[in-house]
């Protein structure tokens, strides 16, 4: 499976908020939802101050579900991880900026590997920081929280940072921004230019997933 082409908005459900005891009907119920992409967080306890999951966990997600597996890697050493990842089913790897001494060949590796690849800065990064290789990636990641655990509130000055990117890379690569994305930060994003809105607890918190799913569509309208 391949990322959406740019441009067209996509609320992608984060599992982190889910149920991890039962991650495959939570994934089944979201997909019922219309969605395309489900984003896995990846963390290892680290770079970022939580412990996820690993390729093997997204290996048996692969069996239950055709979505596009979206891999965030919070992780220190993307480059001796990204290969393990793609094997166990991620269309899409996203690493970070600040844990990559040489982002460029981690792109060319997941394109060699028949993934797509994506660069993510922190709030505190300056865009300026991505500009080199952002150009190069099917997909940038905005982070509007500190990476490491859902809930947190969302950072307008780091979603700022959307309408720069948005000049640097066009309308052919996707932006997506993770942290505190609800019907009411929605819009704000997608008017910077983001087109691909992860989500958690704005889904996964609520009894009915696709009411808010639809209530963040709606939103971005």
Same mark, same amino acid.
């Given at each position: 499976m391949r990322l959406?082409? +740019?441009g067209t908005i996509e609320i992608v459900p984060s599992v982190? /908020?889910?149920d991890f005891a039962r991650l495959a009907?939570?994934?089944a119920e979201v997909t019922s939802a219309g969605i395309n992409i489900i984003h896995l967080d990846v963390m290892d306890g680290h770079f970022v101050p939580n412990i996820t999951m690993g390729p093997p966990v997204i290996a048996r997600l692969r069996k239950v579900s055709e979505l596009v597996f979206d891999a965030h890697l919070?992780? /220190?050493d993307p480059a001796k991880y990204a290969e393990p990842f793609v094997e166990a089913g991620a269309d899409h790897v996203t690493f970070h900026i600040e844990a990559a001494d040489d982002p460029r060949r981690i792109v060319d590796e997941l394109h060699d590997l028949g993934c797509s690849a994506g660069i993510c800065l922190n709030p505190e990064t300056p865009v300026e920081a991505i500009e080199a290789v952002a150009p190069l990636c099917e997909m940038v990641l905005?982070? *509007?929280v500190h990476p490491g655990f859902g809930g947190q509130e969302f950072m307008p000055v780091a979603a700022k940072k959307i309408a720069r990117i948005r000049e640097i890379v066009g309308p052919d690569i996707r932006i997506e921004v993770d942290g505190g994305i609800d019907p009411q930060t +929605? /819009? *704000?994003v997608v008017s910077y230019g983001a087109d691909t809105l992860? +989500?958690?607890n704005a889904i996964f918190a609520k009894t009915d997933r696709i009411a808010a799913i639809n209530a963040i569509r709606k939103a971005c309208e």
């Amino acid at each position: 499976m391949r990322l959406p082409k +740019a441009g067209t908005i996509e609320i992608v459900p984060s599992v982190l /908020s889910a149920d991890f005891a039962r991650l495959a009907d939570e994934i089944a119920e979201v997909t019922s939802a219309g969605i395309n992409i489900i984003h896995l967080d990846v963390m290892d306890g680290h770079f970022v101050p939580n412990i996820t999951m690993g390729p093997p966990v997204i290996a048996r997600l692969r069996k239950v579900s055709e979505l596009v597996f979206d891999a965030h890697l919070m992780i /220190s050493d993307p480059a001796k991880y990204a290969e393990p990842f793609v094997e166990a089913g991620a269309d899409h790897v996203t690493f970070h900026i600040e844990a990559a001494d040489d982002p460029r060949r981690i792109v060319d590796e997941l394109h060699d590997l028949g993934c797509s690849a994506g660069i993510c800065l922190n709030p505190e990064t300056p865009v300026e920081a991505i500009e080199a290789v952002a150009p190069l990636c099917e997909m940038v990641l905005v982070m *509007t929280v500190h990476p490491g655990f859902g809930g947190q509130e969302f950072m307008p000055v780091a979603a700022k940072k959307i309408a720069r990117i948005r000049e640097i890379v066009g309308p052919d690569i996707r932006i997506e921004v993770d942290g505190g994305i609800d019907p009411q930060t +929605a /819009s *704000t994003v997608v008017s910077y230019g983001a087109d691909t809105l992860v +989500a958690g607890n704005a889904i996964f918190a609520k009894t009915d997933r696709i009411a808010a799913i639809n209530a963040i569509r709606k939103a971005c309208e």
